[in-house]
C-alpha cells in the first residue's frame, strides 16, 4: 500500500486549495480513507473520512465541516480534500491516510487526548502536504 499526497502550498485567507492522494496496493472497497492535518507541537488530528466502499459514510471534523469537502475517484484510485474558505488555523502538514478503522477516529466514543500516537494508530499514510494559509 502506498500514498502520496500533494497540492499543498501558500494560499491567503478566504482562498482554497484541493489536496489530492494517489492510492495504491489497495482498492476503497477494502480500506476508509480520509485526511489527518498537523501542526508542530501537536498531535495529529482528523480532519474527513469516508468509510470503504461498501458503506461510504463520509466525516467532517467540527473545523471542516461545511468548509472541506472528502471525495474520492475509483476509476483513478485518487481521492481528494478540497478546502474552501482557508483561514490562519488550518495551517498544518496535512496526510492522506488509509485503514480498516480510519473512520472510528470520528466516532463519539473515540476520545483523541486518551488514544496515545495518532500516527501508530492506523496503518498507512501518505508523506504529507504542508498547507500554509497567511496574508
Known amino acids: 500500500v502506498q500514498l502520496q499526497a500533494y497540492g499543498g502550498g501558500l494560499v491567503q485567507p478566504g482562498g482554497s486549495l484541493r489536496l489530492s492522494c494517489a492510492a495504491s496496493?489497495?482498492?476503497?472497497?477494502?480500506?476508509?480513507i480520509g485526511w489527518f492535518r498537523q501542526v508542530p507541537g501537536k498531535e495529529r488530528e482528523g480532519v474527513s473520512c469516508?468509510?470503504?466502499?461498501?458503506?461510504?459514510?463520509?466525516y467532517y471534523s467540527s473545523s471542516a465541516k461545511g468548509r472541506f469537502t472528502i471525495s474520492n475517484d475509483d476509476a483513478k484510485n485518487m481521492f481528494y480534500l478540497q478546502m474552501n474558505n482557508l483561514q490562519p488555523d488550518d495551517t498544518a502538514v496535512y496526510y492522506c491516510?488509509?485503514?480498516?478503522?480510519?473512520?472510528?477516529?470520528?466516532?463519539?466514543?473515540?476520545?483523541?487526548?486518551?488514544?496515545?500516537?495518532?500516527?501508530?494508530?492506523?496503518?498507512?499514510w501518505g508523506q504529507g502536504t504542508l498547507v500554509t494559509v497567511s496574508s
Open positions: 491516510a488509509a485503514d480498516l478503522l480510519l473512520c472510528t477516529y470520528f466516532s463519539r466514543a473515540f476520545e483523541p487526548s486518551r488514544a496515545g500516537k495518532i500516527s501508530d494508530l492506523y496503518n498507512y
Open positions: 469516508i468509510t470503504s466502499n461498501g458503506d461510504g459514510k463520509i
Open positions: 496496493g489497495f482498492t476503497f472497497n477494502e480500506f476508509a
